[in-house]
């Protein structure tokens, strides 16, 4: 991951607050929970690279990297699901990045959150360890093992960054709240 500010804001205007971080136009506290998500991503990125080093694998590290992406996974979901609740918040563009990560997210927490096979009634086994390690990629599989293809912690961690660094205020229509006001463009969305 990036560093995503390289330096502060003294004194901002909204209009400066917002070109650098659009969400904010959307809601200050998903943003904020926008930012916590990405800088566990980026611990996690630092317990796959260490745990995984050159000389051995130091289980500690990777077994903390693998409970925080399960923590990251439910919360990723819940920010996105929000989002794509507020569509007409959303530009098009947007909001089809917003959906098609949740998409995926979808398949990667239905195992981890609910013990169940993604669009399925049918249980993943709980004889199997929480995610698969990838020692040669130094990184983590993060969906069922008996389901391919298989979903690495690093793409999923990249898309999400991906994703919101991409965001631009133009892309930010309305706020959290006007997303549930009634009226023509806000039908059905609340």
Known sequence: MHQRFKAPLINPTWEEIVARDP???FSHYLSGRVHVLLELA???????????????????????AESLMWLWILGAYEVLRTMCQARTSFSDRAFNEFARLKKLLSFVRMPAAKMEK????????????????????????VNDPEEQPHISARFLLAEFDHVFSSLMKQDVLATHEESYSPGPNNAGTY
């Open 42 to 64: 980026d611990e996690i990125i630092e317990h796959l690279d260490q745990g995984f080093s050159e000389a051995c694998v130091d289980g500690g590290r990777v077994q903390r």
């Open 118 to 141: 993604p669009g399925k009634k049918k249980p993943v086994t709980s004889n199997r360890s929480p995610m698969g390690w990838d020692v040669p990629k130094r990184d983590l599989s």
């Open 23 to 25: 969400l904010m136009a």
